[in-house]
């Protein structure tokens, strides 16, 4: 399993002699390199290699008409293309469960009656790069995703620092970092809504990760607020934790 190497440092634009960068990459190198550390340092965001947590919450959707459903959420992430899902939705006495997994370039739903492919893997990926950049900044750290600095903007009555990164298959992600911690304040994007085999829905989403505690030594958002066309969504994270091994055939179609 591959692990998140310092690729971002090591990539040639930022290897490259310091009388050869630009401001724009010194700038991006900065704000990078701060957000590291806030969010545990080198060492330990580079060995990580797969993640997982509970969060609970509630979701409003949006475009099969209003609904509101409680949820609980257990997802599990392995590097920036492995990913498997297991929501549970609650509303009005009735109960929903459904797992999304995943694998590369291959994506499947579950919603009880077997796995069933779905044709939107790379919407999924940024719905997973979304989830990772409060963890590890996974993507900010992979070469394929190309960086460039943004202009200061307030989120809430904080100031950041906004990245704008370029995802592998075109598509292009806002990050805004506190100015003052390091820490990632919002990120905006394009994701996926895939509600069966057929049905796949582009919106595009904004996330805010606020509440972060230690665990272990790494820093993660606790509080998740989605904002979407879609759907809004508020999560807690209930449970995190620095997986050292992870079964394959987790995110398998099985």
Known sequence: MRRFHSAFFTAVVLSAPVSNATADDREVAAIVGKAIEALGGEDKLSNIEAVTWKTTGWMNTLYQGPAHFKLTDELTIAGLDRSRSELTLEAGGGKARTISVLNGDNAWLDWGDGPKPTRHAPGLKRRLYLAMIPVTL????????KIKAGRDEKVGDR????????????????VSFDKESGLPLKAVGKASLCDDAALNLDF??????????????????????????????????IEFKVLKKVDPSLFSSR
């Open 204 to 237: 595009t989403q904004e996330v805010i990760y606020s509440k972060y505690k230690d665990f272990g030594g790494i820093k993660t958002a606790t509080q998740i607020d989605f904002k979407g066309d879609l759907f809004n969504r508020k999560l807690e994270v």
């Open 159 to 174: 100031t950041a620092a906004v990245l704008n990164v370029t995802c592998p298959d075109g598509e292009t992600i806002e």
């Open 138 to 145: 996974a993507p900010l750290r992979d070469p394929r995703f």
